[in-house]
């Protein structure tokens, strides 16, 4: 198997990522979200959105590609902790908004891989710990980031997706 490489985004990685992020929701939140929100997901649509994310995010948002084969394969992207309550991001902590890869991919160590990559990039930049939600349904997910060291940590939430509440848990570890 071709080596694994993790780097950083670059723009031209966006519709790769948006390829990514999209299968990933189709395959990952089948039977937790609404169906029809899910094959409604349109990468390029997806691409218009992320490269003005991309272009305006703050220098201490990080995105990372996993590649194999020169092809992307994977994504995660870290930063502060962003308060859901105040709405305001919270420096002192670090939050892994995002871990995708590709369905045929998972299972081969891209995750593990992106999750060590994000990790360590958090540790260097002097953050304690790092928070992530996850869908309360997503067994498969939680498993792997139990695996990773994070602990379920009390809070809750939902958002409406397609008229539907959505569950999530926080969970939390420190570094």
């Known amino acids: 198997m ?40 349109d990468v390029e649509e997806e691409a218009q959105r992320r490269r003005e994310l991309f272009t305006k995010a703050p220098a201490e948002v990080v995105n990372l590609v996993a590649e194999r084969a020169g092809s992307v394969t994977g994504w995660a992207a870290v930063g502060p902790y962003r ?32 999750m060590t990559a994000s990790l360590d990039l958090t540790r260097e930049r002097g953050y304690p710990g790092m928070r992530l939600w996850v869908l309360e349904h997503n067994v498969r997910a939680r498993r792997f980031y139990e695996r990773a060291g994070f602990a379920p940590d009390g809070a809750e939430e939902a958002f409406e997706l397609a008229g539907v509440l959505v569950p999530e848990v926080r969970y939390a570890r420190s570094l």
């Open 2 to 41: 071709d080596e694994l490489r993790i780097r950083r985004m670059t723009e031209d990685d966006i519709e790769a990522v948006c390829a990514v992020r999209v299968r990933g929701w189709q395959w990952a939140y089948a039977g937790l979200v609404p169906q029809h929100f899910l094959d409604g997901l």
């Open 83 to 114: 308060d859901e309550t105040t709405g305001r991001r919270d420096d002192a902590l670090a939050e892994l908004y995002a871990l995708y890869v590709m369905p045929e991919q998972v299972g081969t160590g891209i995750g593990r891989a992106l």
